[in-house]
């Protein structure tokens, strides 16, 4: 296993996504001394994405995004110009990272009921059986770096929830906080927390498919 590790978890600074993202990579490189630094990216596709295609999309753009920023700053950082805007990661600041991740959320609505789930896309950079020298610090190549795909599982939104996001296009999470008042629908516990009272988080229901994407990685 790896001595030492940088991910860019990508695209979001969202402590949900980052804790499952630390959580995911601990479990899969036990030995590592990981730096986990959030890297906002771009989905490209809705605030709130709808079916499998638009969500994993929405994947993989957020960790190509995230990866195309860490190695341009990375590249910055060489030359002296230091990484403001990289947050939580420490020391990760000015590394180019072995593993780029993206989370993405989603929805689809089978038979009448709206079931949500999320699509985690994670690239491998550097490091072991990954890129080396000179092309780590170049964006050649990032949209043909393997790349490992996975889903969470799905869960039925509650009618009030989805009446929300159906009718009035709120996205899940505001319309989440609208209907329970916890204001943790954009948090670690999410709608899953919710429903499941707390016995899985959304920092849970994404580790496990962080850590099927990064398997599934060629
Ligand atoms: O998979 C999920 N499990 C949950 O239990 C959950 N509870 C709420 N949501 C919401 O689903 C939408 C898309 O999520 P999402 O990937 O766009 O994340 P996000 O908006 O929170 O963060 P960001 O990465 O965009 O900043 C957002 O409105 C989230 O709040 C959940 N998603």
Redesign the pocket.
């Known amino acids: 296993m790896k001595e030492c590790t940088h991910v860019r978890a990508a ?4 402590a ?2 980052l804790d499952a993202v630390r959580a995911a990579f601990a479990a899969a490189f036990p030995r590592a001394a990981l730096r986990v630094a959030a890297r ?1 990216a771009a ?1 490209g596709v809705r ?2 994405p709808f079916g499998d295609a638009e969500t994993r999309r929405g994947a993989v753009n957020r960790a190509r995004g995230a990866l195309r920023e860490a190695v341009l700053a990375a590249a910055a950082a060489a030359d002296g110009g230091g990484d403001p805007e990289t947050t939580g990661g420490g020391g990760a600041a000015a590394a180019v990272p072995h593993y780029a991740v993206g ?4 929805l689809h609505v089978e038979d009448g009921v709206m079931y ?3 699509w985690m896309a994670v690239l491998r950079w550097g490091g072991e059986g990954g890129r080396g020298g000179a092309q780590l610090g170049s964006l050649q190549g990032i949209e043909d770096a393997p790349m490992g795909l996975s889903r ?1 599982g799905s869960f039925a939104v509650p009618p009030r929830v989805s009446a929300r996001v159906l009718n009035d296009g709120e ?4 319309a ?1 906080d609208a209907v329970y008042g916890t204001g943790d ?2 948090g670690r516990g ?4 919710i429903v499941t009272h707390g016995a899985i988080t ?1 920092t849970s ?2 580790s496990h498919a962080v850590q099927l994407a990064l398997a599934g990685l060629p």
């Not at 695209?11 to 969202?14: C, D, E, I, T, V």
């Not at 989370?103 to 989603?106: I, Q, R, S, T, V």
């Not at 996205?171 to 505001?174: D, N, R, T």
């Not at 999410?190 to 927390?193: E, I, K, N």
């Open positions: 695209g979001s600074a969202s949900a996504k906002p989905s605030a709130q989370l993405e959320g989603g949500c789930f999320a969470t996205e899940l999470g505001h989440c629908g954009k999410g709608l899953v927390g959304r229901f994404y």
